[in-house]
């Protein structure tokens, strides 16, 4: 394996971009360098530099934080929009080994330390906690399912929310947080009260690293690699990866929200579901119907980084589309803007930040109408450490959504009633 440090400086880090031997491309990859691109005040603005080709790290109101090559940063500037470069902040993370996170960077779980953690959770609690998996992954490790609930072994037909974590490899944080979901709902069983209630009243299910390939892939140098994708390779182009959160089959590449390309970051694969990971979660959702009736009211799918709260649809900037009325929308937002009151996150409909097609929020309300939150964690900025947050905020930024994911979690049985809507399915 060759690697090429490409020097763009990101933020906290120096970022080395690994190439495979099968793809060492003839020309080296032109060096990518971080902005902030300011004065993007609507979603056609943000959603126009996407399409620029480059990488979306981040955005907010009115600004998107960025990486670019130069002829990129040039095109962006010829269009009348101002780039700040981003300053590198803190040096290169000193590695400890390869697959293992760097200094500084070690509460956070490589894969076999997760499932270590979370065999001796469902050790410790045995009613409470149950570790499967759903699937395999490109590379063949497992996909982890917890099941959470006063007695596992019992399906009693209680509302059910699921929590998925890091579809994404490098956004390491939020495999924390739904770790942290795990335990604390476990730990919280029979001694906190209020926990008790809901583990008495809910089924949940947290998948705590939905893409394993793409983050361990992202530690195996010991250092970072800046990772988004799977694994998979593409053969007759030579590229690896796509985005899971551009392959689901709802609108799936319809709307310039993702890319054809199969170099690009959100490269939405040759077909929908065409990666293993997003397959057979869907296939494992779809047999979450009984009795014709899905299972699974609510979920949130965990992502970083940006503070913000998310709903469907992402595929289009109108606030209501196929199967979203104008009352969903509106018990989307109530319970979108209380779960962010919870949090100080920012609230706001998905396309409204930019477009993008092929989201896992996106299918799980069009094909289930399970009110799906994606949530984007701490931090807002590259220059706090982007995708890399030192390993010392993890309690502080997982615990910060403790009040959202019980807020959640109350709601299940009847999210519409938040706007006073009624329950039923239409
Ligand atoms: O673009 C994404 O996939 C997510 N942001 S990230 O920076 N983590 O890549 C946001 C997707 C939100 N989509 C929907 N809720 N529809
Ligand atoms: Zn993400």
Known sequence: MRRVAVGAVLGMLTVVIPFSAAAAPADPAPPLAAYRVAGLDNSAARTAVANQGVEVLAGGRDYLEVRATPAQADRLRAGGLRLDPLPATAPLPVPVAPGQFPIGYQGYHTYRQLTAELDSLSAAHPNQVAVSSYGKSVQGRPLLLVKISDDVRVDNHEPEVLFSCAQHAREHITVE??????????????????????????????????????????????????????????????????????????????????????????????????????????????????????QITAHIDFHSFSEL???????????????????????????????????????????????????????????????????????TSLTQGGFYPPASVIDRETARNDAAVDLLLTYADCVPRITAAPCGRR
Not at 265 to 285: C, I, K, M, N
Not at 345 to 364: A, F, R, T, V
């Open 177 to 294: 947080m739904c770790m942290h979901i795990v335990r604390r709902l476990a730990q919280g069983y029979g001694t906190d009260p209020a926990i008790t209630r809901l583990l008495k009243s809910r089924e949940i299910w947290v998948m705590p690293m939905a893409n394993p390939d793409g983050a361990e892939y992202d530690i195996s140098t010991g250092l970072f690699a800046m990772w988004r994708k799977n694994r998979q390779p593409t053969p007759e182009n030579r590229e690896v990866g796509i985005d899971l959160n551009r392959n689901w089959g709802d609108e799936w590449g319809c709307c310039d929200g993702s890319s054809s390309n199969p170099a690009s970051d959100t490269y939405h694969g040759p077909a929908p579901f065409s990666a293993p990971e997003t397959a057979q979660l869907r296939d494992w959702v779809n047999s979450r119907v009984i009795g014709g009736v899905q």
């Open 309 to 379: 709260v998310l709903w469907p649809y992402g595929f289009t900037s109108s606030d209501t589309g196929p199967g979203l009325n104008k009352s969903d929308a509106d018990t989307f937002r109530k319970l979108g803007e209380q779960l962010a009151a919870t949090n100080g996150y920012k609230p706001e409909q998905s396309s409204h930040l930019y477009i993008n097609d092929g989201s896992i929020g996106d299918w799980m309300w069009a094909q289930h109408h399970i009110w799906s939150y994606t949530l984007e964690m701490y931090p």
